[in-house]
């Protein structure tokens, strides 16, 4: 009995030390950041992929999505392709083709080229990038030539692609997504 008691004990001790360390591991995130909301990459209009089926040629194409977001592929035809990932779509597309066309096919979506981001205000070379993985602001900045002397670097919002919401003073580490608009403000002094 007394090392029923002491084994139940020790397994109190270990369940709450694991809470208390979750606990303490999402308090430190910043509930409001983006970065802590980074997902998988979703397809969208302005996206070029690749798409290629092993073995056949005649299968495989390059283009780029256009505003309805989808394509016609032989044997198969409208595959959706915004709002998903590039592995969604591969499995897809080759369930598609297993039932009626072909005996294992193995289809590859592959990124070409990602949508753009926008940045405007106090950098020194405010223009549309290309999406990058991972992008951060700090990191969108850089791409668009670092800081003017004028900017108020204290000061950065983000409008979300297809939003009219302004998200304000935004962190450095905060993510940044395609079709976003990062704003750099002017400082006053």
């Known amino acids: 009995m007394r090392k029923f008691i002491l084994h139940l004990v020790g397994a109190l001790l270990i369940l709450t030390s694991h809470t208390a360390l979750a606990d303490s591991s999402n308090s430190e995130q910043d509930p409001n ?6 997902r998988e990459y979703l397809l969208g ?16 194409m390059k283009f780029t999505i256009g505003k309805r977001g989808g394509v016609n592929f032989p044997y198969i035809g409208y595959v959706q392709l915004t709002g998903h990932t590039t592995e969604e779509i591969e499995l897809d597309m080759e369930a598609r083709l297993k039932a009626d ?8 979506v592959q990124m070409t080229s990602f949508r753009k981001f926008f940045i405007t205000g106090e950098v020194e070379d405010p223009d549309g990038y290309e999406y990058e993985p991972q992008l951060t602001v700090e990191k969108a900045i850089a791409l668009a030539g670092g800081f003017t002397d004028r900017a108020d670097r204290d000061d950065i ?3 979300p692609s297809g939003s009219t ?6 962190n450095l580490t905060d993510a940044v997504y395609p079709g976003d608009v990062v704003i750099v403000e002017q400082s006053f002094f």
């Open 45 to 60: 209009p302005g996206d070029r992929v690749n798409i290629e089926v092993y073995g056949d040629q005649d299968l495989s």
């Open 33 to 38: 950041s983006r970065l802590s909301q980074q």
């Open 165 to 170: 919401e302004l998200l304000e003073n935004v």
């Open 157 to 159: 919002n983000i409008r």
């Open 101 to 108: 066309y072909m005996l294992d096919p193995m289809v590859t």
